[in-house]
């Protein structure tokens, strides 16, 4: 029997503010375990709830890059489970009347599987025939804290989390395979961060997603009984997981066993899951309206003034550049893969117009050199008036392609100027037609059986000769000079 799969994800994201979502306490990741904790986040008796301004911002300005509607009444709830990292034993969250529903976003087709990219990260191709994955609701919650297993014999528990403020995003389950899965979550980080609403790390926490994942016969509309799947640190594990529970639900219902609705750790050493817990519904939780916290009603002004913020999002940014730059697909896709990459480019551009030339020496020299470092491209030495003056000094024929490639690495390592790096190590080209002419000549004289070989029509003689020329001027000849005089005095022997 064939099988469909149904996957529906539900996603964490921190955002970014410098406080918590109901108190002053910092959000700054790393510090000492309990030391960013007030009476309000450890759920002390008597505190009251204050929202954050900022972070009901960046939740709406989110809503809206999503496809989302922005409820004019949003309402606070409590949901009440007993763990020891929740402090109050109940976390603060919405449940009936989210902050946002209905939104969706467009999943276009990835780069083909093995294709060399320059940058490890998913560079979205956006291409007509994309699939439109829905977003339920997108709430603002807060988060946890966290525990410290230390062996069998005991946990410590750090509360520096409790009262992060995260928006969880829910997805329509209409995710077709773990593959999909792993596109739509990369889609989503990379629209979360052009928005610059957060910084979507997974290794600090800054994202995080569960997974509901079920098995149906082919055709069949009812849905199959679904598990959960968490503890996944990657969007490469997401889809790992998915790939194994996928798989192992299928063998049982091949067996005539029943799957067990329930929560499921993935175990990355072991490349499985394994049982956790039975599986909560909403009632197990006994949400009912927090009473500490008026609902939120935001005017039609303050919305529309954040509609306004959100800014030009990959999709829209990248057809721009194929447009209005004349680049191709990938060439475009790669540029606008990180918002950061995007405006270097643009940068550029304005002072240096020719976009394809520039695009070039990015992709192909910075991104990898970068790379080689390890660093950001907010991080990088050749800044974009770096990489300008760079380019001109090549337009202007005062420096070859090659010494320029040589200058960029002289750049990275000492954070000096392409101009003051050609002029302190005397890289200009020369210009001296009468000293480059004897250069040329004397080429000549000591490769008589190569100017043999070319009078006997052999070509690719004169290419050695223009190196051996090349070689003398330590590359600080211009070749299609060399090229040219080399041809007229070989025509005079």
């Given at each position: 029997?064939?099988?469909?799969?149904?996957?529906?994800l539900?996603?964490?994201?921190?955002?970014?503010t410098?406080s918590?979502l109901?108190?002053?306490?910092s959000t700054?990741?790393?510090e000492e375990?309990?030391s960013q904790?007030?009476?309000?986040c450890l759920?002390?008796p008597?505190?009251l709830?204050?929202?954050?301004e900022?972070?009901v911002?960046?939740?709406?300005?989110?809503a809206?890059a999503?496809?989302?509607k922005?409820?004019?009444?949003a309402r606070?709830?409590?949901?009440?489970y007993?763990?020891?990292?929740l402090p109050k034993?109940?976390?603060?969250?919405?449940?009936e009347?989210?902050?946002?529903?209905?939104?969706?976003i467009?999943?276009?087709p990835?780069?083909?599987p093995?294709?060399?990219?320059?940058?490890?990260?998913?560079i979205?191709?956006i291409?007509?025939?994309g699939?439109?994955i829905r977003i339920?609701?997108?709430h603002l919650?807060e988060?946890?804290?966290k525990l410290?297993?230390e062996g069998?014999?005991?946990?410590?528990?750090d509360f520096?989390?409790?009262g992060i403020?995260l928006l969880?995003?829910?997805?329509?389950?209409e995710?077709?395979?773990p593959?999909e899965?792993e596109?739509?979550?990369?889609?989503?980080k990379?629209?979360?961060?052009?928005?610059?609403v957060?910084?979507?790390?997974?290794?600090e926490g800054?994202?995080?997603?569960?997974a509901?994942?079920?098995v149906?016969?082919?055709?069949?509309?009812?849905?199959?009984i679904?598990?959960?799947v968490?503890?996944m640190?990657?969007?490469?594990?997401v889809?790992?997981?998915l790939t194994?529970?996928?798989?192992r639900?299928?063998?049982l219902?091949?067996?005539?066993?029943r799957?067990?609705?329930?929560?499921?750790?993935w175990?990355e050493k072991?490349?499985i899951?394994?049982?956790?817990r039975s599986?909560?519904?909403?009632?197990?939780?006994?949400y009912f309206p927090?009473p500490?916290l008026?609902?939120?009603t935001?005017k039609?002004?303050?919305i529309r003034?954040?509609?306004k913020?959100?800014?030009?999002l990959p999709?829209?940014?990248?057809?721009?550049?194929?447009?209005?730059y004349?680049l191709?697909d990938y060439?475009?896709a790669?540029?606008?893969?990180?918002?950061?990459l995007?405006d270097?480019?643009?940068?550029?551009?304005?002072q240096f117009?020719?976009?394809?030339?520039v695009?070039?020496?990015?992709?192909?020299?910075?991104?990898?050199?970068?790379n080689s470092q390890h660093?950001t491209?907010?991080?990088?030495?050749?800044?974009?008036?770096?990489?300008?003056?760079?380019?001109?000094?090549i337009?202007?024929g005062?420096?070859?392609?090659k010494i320029g490639?040589?200058?960029l690495?002289k750049v990275?390592?000492?954070?000096?100027?392409?101009a003051s790096?050609?002029?302190?190590?005397?890289l200009?080209?020369?210009?001296?037609?009468?000293?480059?002419l004897r250069?040329?000549?004397e080429?000549?004289?000591e490769?008589p059986?190569?100017?043999s070989d070319?009078?006997k029509?052999?070509?690719?003689?004169?290419?050695?000769l223009v190196?051996m020329?090349?070689r003398?001027t330590?590359?600080?000849?211009?070749?299609?000079?060399?090229?040219?005089?080399?041809q007229?005095?070989?025509?005079?022997?």
């Amino acid at each position: 029997m064939k099988y469909e799969t149904v996957i529906g994800l539900e996603v964490h994201v921190q955002l970014l503010t410098d406080s918590k979502l109901f108190c002053n306490c910092s959000t700054k990741f790393g510090e000492e375990p309990n030391s960013q904790v007030c009476p309000i986040c450890l759920g002390m008796p008597g505190v009251l709830p204050v929202i954050n301004e900022k972070a009901v911002r960046l939740a709406v300005k989110s809503a809206f890059a999503l496809n989302c509607k922005v409820s004019k009444f949003a309402r606070f709830a409590r949901k009440n489970y007993f763990y020891p990292d929740l402090p109050k034993n109940y976390q603060i969250s919405q449940f009936e009347e989210p902050l946002a529903t209905d939104g969706y976003i467009n999943l276009h087709p990835h780069l083909s599987p093995g294709a060399s990219l320059p940058l490890r990260e998913y560079i979205p191709r956006i291409k007509e025939g994309g699939r439109k994955i829905r977003i339920k609701r997108a709430h603002l919650e807060e988060d946890a804290g966290k525990l410290l297993h230390e062996g069998e014999t005991y946990s410590l528990i750090d509360f520096n989390r409790c009262g992060i403020p995260l928006l969880e995003i829910v997805s329509q389950p209409e995710i077709e395979n773990p593959q999909e899965a792993e596109d739509y979550l990369n889609l989503l980080k990379l629209i979360l961060k052009y928005l610059e609403v957060s910084d979507c790390n997974m290794e600090e926490g800054s994202l995080r997603c569960d997974a509901n994942l079920s098995v149906r016969p082919e055709g069949k509309k009812e849905m199959g009984i679904k598990t959960e799947v968490k503890n996944m640190n990657s969007f490469k594990s997401v889809r790992k997981a998915l790939t194994y529970e996928r798989d192992r639900q299928i063998e049982l219902l091949e067996k005539g066993e029943r799957v067990s609705q329930e929560t499921r750790l993935w175990d990355e050493k072991s490349q499985i899951t394994l049982s956790m817990r039975s599986k909560e519904e909403s009632q197990d939780y006994r949400y009912f309206p927090e009473p500490d916290l008026i609902p939120l009603t935001p005017k039609e002004e303050w919305i529309r003034k954040i509609e306004k913020e959100v800014t030009e999002l990959p999709e829209a940014r990248k057809k721009r550049f194929i447009e209005s730059y004349h680049l191709s697909d990938y060439d475009a896709a790669v540029l606008t893969s990180q918002k950061p990459l995007a405006d270097y480019f643009e940068e550029v551009v304005k002072q240096f117009r020719k976009p394809k030339l520039v695009s070039n020496w990015i992709l192909t020299e910075l991104l990898g050199r970068l790379n080689s470092q390890h660093l950001t491209i907010s991080q990088s030495p050749l800044t974009p008036t770096y990489l300008t003056e760079l380019l001109q000094l090549i337009e202007d024929g005062k420096i070859s392609g090659k010494i320029g490639k040589g200058i960029l690495l002289k750049v990275f390592q000492t954070e000096k100027s392409p101009a003051s790096i050609v002029k302190e190590e005397g890289l200009t080209q020369i210009s001296s037609q009468t000293e480059l002419l004897r250069l040329v000549q004397e080429a000549i004289r000591e490769n008589p059986k190569t100017v043999s070989d070319y009078k006997k029509g052999k070509e690719r003689a004169l290419g050695f000769l223009v190196g051996m020329v090349m070689r003398k001027t330590k590359g600080r000849a211009n070749p299609v000079n060399v090229n040219k005089l080399l041809q007229e005095e070989l025509k005079k022997i």
